[in-house]
């Protein structure tokens, strides 16, 4: 864990875990949200082919985003790994240790704010 105590460890496991339970959340209320009998019933009732191209639209966002919601649970489960194996809140790119406030906002930061920026802007 780098210097990191067992306090952390666990606050910062604790920070992770939360962050993890509101995704599967927010993923198994938006799929049974979607499954629900309002959204058969679209495809039921007759549509012109510009209304089933919009329903089709529509299903596409939901399961881009159901995508998006899987990856951010990967990388949670990555992070825990990484808090187990000791080298969570280590930036991977200069090796010194990520704020606890930036990993409270972000736990799954791989990059200490610095490295970051350095590599938002392309450099």
């Known amino acids: 864990m780098g210097g990191r105590k067992k306090e952390d460890y666990n606050r910062l496991k604790e920070i992770l875990l ?3 339970r509101k995704m599967w959340n ?11 009998e309002g ?15 919009f329903m089709d639209l529509i299903e596409d966002i939901g ?3 159901a995508d998006i ?7 949670m489960d990555e992070a825990m790994l990484r ?22 906002v972000m736990p799954v ?7 970051q920026q350095h590599k938002e802007l392309g450099e």
């Open 18 to 20: 939360e962050k993890k």
């Open 26 to 36: 927010s993923l198994r209320d938006e799929i049974f949200r979607e499954l629900g």
């Open 39 to 53: 959204y058969h019933d679209q495809f039921d009732i007759p549509q012109d082919i510009e209304d089933r191209a």
């Open 63 to 65: 399961l881009t985003l």
């Open 69 to 75: 919601k899987c990856q951010e649970l990967t990388n």
């Open 83 to 104: 808090l187990d194996e000791g080298t969570y809140g280590i930036c991977t790119e200069c090796g010194v240790e990520i704020e606890e406030e930036r990993l409270k």
């Open 109 to 115: 930061a791989l990059y200490c704010v610095k490295c």
